[in-house]
């Protein structure tokens, strides 16, 4: 789904395109009649979103709005992009939110670029244990647009940056290394509550 887009790209009764992000769609029943079915069979649920505001480290209070009424439809996991930059990791009922991973390719070398992110979901019986993130080389200013994982202590101090970015978030991430942590509790279950066995 997209929140940014010209019109001409959003997908109509006659055309294939992009699912429009439209504010009236904030409230959960929107998600739960539209996007969500109840008899939808896939225990997990994941929203991939083009939100945000352009090299801003933080998300707006709209989107964490949204983001946790996607949480409350039976979203599992929001993973978004549009900043450029990485933004910080929310927990919701559940739920996990990664505002924004940044870049992976962008042909810019502009001074606001940052390292990005790439997030590896340790999904196990419709649980999801444990979110990894890997920092990814994004500062494009500097050298060639080749990607490849950050090492070191420029990785550490980045991944302090995004951890301190989700603390504000309410959310503790745990940096070992050259990768960020997020455990879950293990009742974190995937599967919608209608779908759990009683």
Known sequence: MTAIAEQTHYATATRSGVAP??????????????????????????????????????????????????????VKIVIGHHPHIPQGVEVYKGGVILYSLGNLIFGSRNSYLNHNLIAILHIRNNHLERVELVPIFGKFQKEDHKIRPVKGVEAQEFLHEIAVLSAELGTKLRVEGDRAFLDLPTNSTLTPVSKRKK
């Open 21 to 74: 992000f439209l504010f009236p769609s904030l409230r959960a029943t929107f998600f739960e009649k539209n996007i969500l079915p109840k008899n939808h069979s896939t225990p997990v649920r994941i929203v991939s979103l083009h939100w945000g505001v352009e090299y801003s480290p933080f998300p707006t209070s709209d989107q964490r709005k949204i983001a946790r009424s996607l949480i409350d439809s039976g």
